[in-house]
């Protein structure tokens, strides 16, 4: 992308408890000009034309009505984890804004839980240790 400006992506924050993990990113500068909601709030005028994304990491930033009034040129909200029950997709689609997550991430590794745990408690190891 030498040459063109990198894409706006909103993001909550970086770091502490629910911010995205520190060490993603430099990953993320890479393809992304990453936009805080603190940034994003105190430049609002100068920022809600540019940003074209939001990254949810735990679930926030939150997305309601007036932060999608605010954002006329968002195409996307890219949420990390496995659900999408914390959107509102109605009303993501009315303002023609699309949605991804991260489905089966943890399919494999539930299920592997589930039948460790079927089995241990059949052979009754935990009674056993």
Request: negative net charge.
């Amino acid at each position: 992308m030498e040459g063109q400006e990198l894409p706006y992506v909103l993001i909550d924050c970086i770091g502490g408890k629910h911010g995205v993990y520190e060490d993603h990113v430099e990953f993320l500068e890479k393809h992304f000009h990453l936009i805080t909601m603190k940034e994003y709030l105190e430049n609002k005028k100068l920022l809600s034309e540019k940003i074209r994304a939001i990254y949810m990491w735990y679930q926030k930033p939150v997305i309601n009505e007036e932060l999608l009034q605010s954002l006329p040129n968002l195409k996307i909200v890219a949420s990390s984890g496995v659900g999408i029950d914390h959107l509102d997709l109605n009303l993501l689609s009315s303002y023609g804004v699309k949605v991804s997550n991260t489905p089966l991430v943890v399919s494999t590794d539930t299920a592997d839980l589930g039948v460790a745990l079927m089995l241990a408690s059949s052979r009754r190891l935990v009674e056993g240790n």
